[in-house]
Nanobody, 124 residues
Framework: QVQLVESGGGFVQAGDSLRLSCSAS????????MGWFRQAPGQERQFVGS????????FYADSVEGRFTIARDNPKNTVYLQMNNLKFEDTAVYYC?????????????????WGQGNQVTVSS
């Protein structure tokens, strides 16, 4: 089981940019596909995007396509979520997750290890 810790969230205004980081430990990070999810108040957790073990390909939800970018630095055991042109609707707790081999990680399934979450608040 890999341990994940998110950081970099905060309070921003609409149109601003923010980068979240997810640091991994306790597992073979370079072998995991990684994903980002978010959960807004009163809503179910939703898939934001995912990235393969090597850094490509990447996949994104329609709601963030073109604005968010996922990247990873395997030597640093870190995955990033770059969020540009943030909107009020992006306000949520953001979670980093790791997927086991053989899962449908590209569709948002098979993520077994989760971070504690990191709040992103966007004012309108």
């Amino acid at each position: 089981q890999v341990q994940l810790v998110e950081s970099g969230g905060g309070f921003v205004q609409a149109g601003d940019s923010l980068r979240l980081s997810c640091s991994a430990s306790g597992g073979p990070f370079s072998r995991y596909a990684m994903g980002w999810f978010r959960q807004a108040p009163g809503q179910e957790r939703q898939f934001v995007g995912s990235i393969s073990w090597s850094g490509r390909p990447t996949f994104y939800a329609d709601s963030v396509e073109g604005r968010f970018t996922i990247a990873r630095d395997n030597p640093k055991n870190t995955v990033y979520l770059q969020m540009n042109n943030l909107k009020f609707e992006d306000t949520a707790v953001y979670y980093c997750a790791a997927a086991m081999p053989g899962s449908s990680w590209y569709n948002g399934y098979g993520f077994d290890s989760w971070g504690q979450g990191n709040q992103v608040t966007v004012s309108s």
